[in-house]
Antibody
């Protein structure tokens, strides 16, 4: 059974870059079965899809964040990562990584990690 | 972008009652690529329904989904104490993937 675990700093200063990693266990990120996604949820609010990466490196980003987002994959470590640049307080949220089987819904989620943007 | 509007915002019901949650899309959701998730405080969302009407693994049969095109419904036939939570719909038929704003099912 695939499991996902997010990691990274819980506090980022305004204008800096938020960096998070999702470690995949119980399966191979290179299996080709999933698109690996990032999703976020500001405190008390709804969910926003950030983007996905396939093991080959192909990506798709939400246009609302596209200019600031980079998602990368490291198949040797079975990890994928998120970078969000020029952060502001509006980027404060719980960030989730999730697996997205092609043509299906987000079936497995990490526990989420809270990132606060504050000086 | 497909905008998903969920109603009502809050549903106040008692255990044993039936819950009916609505999700309306701003344009047709292709191939009924519509999912429902349950989220409890401090937890990640859990997939309940995919493909508008298929239950995910391990989901009790009191949860059912229906609908197509722009109108979708999640029904909980008899509310159990553990069902009081926030429910989100999500479309994965076109980019960007989008979520509804959520419906909170609270104990009356």
């Amino acid at each position: 059974q695939v499991q996902l675990q997010e990691s990274g700093p819980g506090l980022v200063k305004p204008s800096q870059t938020l960096s998070l990693t999702c470690t995949v266990s119980g399966g191979s990120i290179s299996s080709g079965d999933y698109y690996w996604s990032w999703i976020r949820q500001p405190p008390g609010k709804g969910l926003e899809w950030i983007g996905y990466i396939y093991y080959s490196g192909s990506t798709y980003y939400n246009p609302s964040l596209k200019s600031r987002v980079t998602i990368s994959v490291d198949t040797s470590k079975n990890q994928f990562s998120l970078k969000l640049s020029s952060v502001t307080a509006a980027d404060t949220a719980v960030y989730y990584c999730a697996s997205w089987p092609a043509g299906d819904a987000f079936d497995i989620w990490g526990q989420g990690t809270m990132v606060t943007v504050s000086s | 972008e497909i905008v998903l509007t969920q109603s009502p915002g809050t549903l106040s019901l008692s255990p044993g009652e039936r819950a009916t949650l609505s999700c309306r899309a701003s344009q047709s959701v292709s191939s009924s690529y519509l999912a429902w998730y349950q989220q409890k405080p401090g937890q990640a969302p859990r997939l309940l329904i995919y493909g508008a009407s298929s239950r995910a693994t391990g989901i009790p049969d009191r949860f059912s989904g229906s609908g197509s095109g722009t109108d979708f419904t999640l029904t909980i036939s008899r509310l159990e104490p553990e069902d009081f939570a926030v429910y989100y719909c999500q479309q994965y038929g076109s980019f960007p993937l989008t979520f509804g704003g959520g419906t909170k099912v609270e104990i009356k």
